[in-house]
């Protein structure tokens, strides 16, 4: 008889399957209908077991899971066993399967565990009894579930690598097997040759450096992984420095700017105490002396190169400021200048332009 004849239906659960007697002594235990029916698409959470065969040492924190389970529903079917298929490729590990169940977890046992914490009713699943004829299949089975979505913990991992080596016989063979490079085999294998103590640092420590020295001797292993961080750290360190130079010279530009603005002139001259001040004036007055040329503050020229110094030599004079060069004078008062009065003189200055631009249009 075929495996096919003796399971019923394979993977995606088509059709009516027969009905073993080992099922129909189940049937009787469980009160679960038998008689040449599909494989169900809905159990019961508390008729599935978990696999005694996980990769996974722990399941971990199932709280938000659950939550979702909860709230949002199961979005993707578990995949299952017939119990009495488990048992005949896996014949020693029916003592550690749950008592009156009729499936077993192969790929799903976090959303199994969550979906009883969250008292579903029942579960999606997909009756699959052709996931491996023997313990080291379904492990394979459940390994590649697990690494396709690369959240299984590094030693489970490991170890589960562990046994599959020793059926396929050698790491090429193996990664050949997971569609996976001998490096990336041979990566997560060493993590079994770390000394306890290392290994119990696995997920404080950075695992690639862990990975790189558990091919050491394990009396030079702490040695060896102290010296890869520091050479880490330096790097790391090297890095910054470079960032902060490239940093320094992209601010350099505008740098410049504030520090010609900020040492251009530190004094504003007004002309003389007796010079008028159009501060004291309205707008409109300003305007006129300014069409006018009526009463116009006397404005200090620019110095020359000769009365940037004292007579001593000594020390620089103050710049005038430079009334010719707009730009600069911008950046100084920009700098210079408190924020509200800054505003002030602003909104002056566009009052003045735009009624310039008004009598010029009109004198056109």
Known sequence: MSKADQLGAGRFGGGARPVSARRQAVA??????????????????????LNPDN?????????????????????QAITVMNRDAY??????????LEPDTTHVV??????????????LSTLKV???DDQGANSEELLESALVANIHRQDLAELDEARALQRLLAIHGSQTAL??????????VSQRLALLGLTPELQARVGEEPIDLLRA??????????????????????????KQERKGRKQTRTAA?????????????????????????????????????????????????????????????????????????????????????PADEFDKMLDRLLTHRNDRDSQAASAR
């Open 28 to 49: 009787a235990a469980t009160g679960v209908p038998t008689d040449g029916i599909a494989p169900p698409t809905e159990l019961p959470p508390h008729r599935i077991s």
């Open 55 to 75: 990769p996974r040492s722990s399941l971990g924190d199932l709280t938000d899971l659950a939550g979702s389970l909860q709230t949002h529903g199961q979005k």
């Open 87 to 96: 048992i005949k490729a896996n014949p020693e590990r029916e003592a550690d």
């Open 106 to 119: 192969i790929d799903g046992s976090s959303r199994l565990a969550a979906a009883r914490d969250a008292g």
């Open 126 to 128: 997909m009756v699959s």
């Open 175 to 184: 990664a050949k097997r997971l569609h996976r490079s001998q490096g990336w």
């Open 213 to 238: 020295v558990g091919s050491k001797p394990p009396e030079q292993q702490k040695a060896v992984l102290a010296t890869l961080k520091q050479e880490r750290a330096r790097k790391e360190a090297e």
């Open 253 to 337: 530009p505008a740098a410049q700017g504030a520090e010609k603005a900020d040492g251009y002139y530190d004094v504003i001259e007004d002309g003389g105490a007796d010079g008028p001040s159009t501060s004291s004036t309205g707008h409109e007055a300003a305007d006129e002396r300014a069409r006018t040329g009526e009463g116009a503050p006397t404005l200090p020229a620019q110095s020359t190169a000769a009365e940037a110094t004292d007579g001593g030599g000594e020390q620089p004079r103050a710049k005038r400021f430079p009334y010719e060069d707009g730009e600069s004078a911008a950046m100084y008062l920009i700098h210079k200048m």
